[in-house]
């Protein structure tokens, strides 16, 4: 069901929060990494069930290192995990570590069990408890008055995407931290 995707991705739209804090500053290194990462490996082999693909790619003239894999199995799921290791020590953190996927058509609904039914960020989670909700993708935004990061969802432990022509399920292996989708 994706169209395309897997493309690591270290950094979100600016928050308010961002430019009163710093941030801003240090996320530039980790979009010119998202923007300007190299392949340097791909991978693949059979497995007892299916088939597995490990890309490797460098990012920032051996700044750090990021390694996906992906395991398809003969039911048709695909379980994706993706490891980063910076190489230099003097990187600032990233503000997000994650997968950037596009499908092929604008899903219409969005189902989830984890915090809801509003948006949910760290310093907003206690007024979302956690439960199944689901609701339209549109509604999932919230108009700011200047663009940037709306809809996140923490705690997340799977979340289903549906289009009327299917869907795509997305599971959480295991919960390290806060899951946010």
């Known amino acids: 069901l994706l169209a395309k995707g897997g493309a690591p991705n ?5 928050t308010d929060n961002d430019t009163l804090n710093g941030t801003v500053g ?80 604008a899903p219409k609904t969005v189902e989830w069990y984890g ?19 689901r609701g339209a993708v549109a509604d999932q935004n919230h108009d700011y008055m200047r663009p940037q990061d709306t809809g996140n969802k923490i705690d997340v432990r799977w979340m289903e995407l549906g289009s009327g022509d299917g869907g795509l399920r997305v599971d959480a292996d295991r919960m390290e931290g806060t899951a946010v989708l």
């Open 115 to 133: 915090r809801g039914p509003h948006e949910s960020y760290v310093g907003r989670f206690t007024s979302a408890p956690i439960g199944l909700w």
């Open 26 to 105: 240090q996320q530039k290194p980790w979009r010119v990494m998202t923007d300007a990462r190299q392949v340097r490996a791909l991978t693949a082999s059979k497995t007892g069930e299916g088939a597995q693909i490990v890309v490797e790619y460098a990012l920032g003239a051996g700044a750090a290192r990021f390694v996906t894999t992906y395991v398809m199995a003969g039911d048709g799921s695909v379980a994706v995990s993706g490891d980063l290791s910076p190489l230099k020590d003097d990187l600032p953190p990233p503000v997000r570590v994650g997968l950037w996927f596009t499908l092929p058509a």
């Open 10 to 14: 270290f950094f979100r739209a600016e």
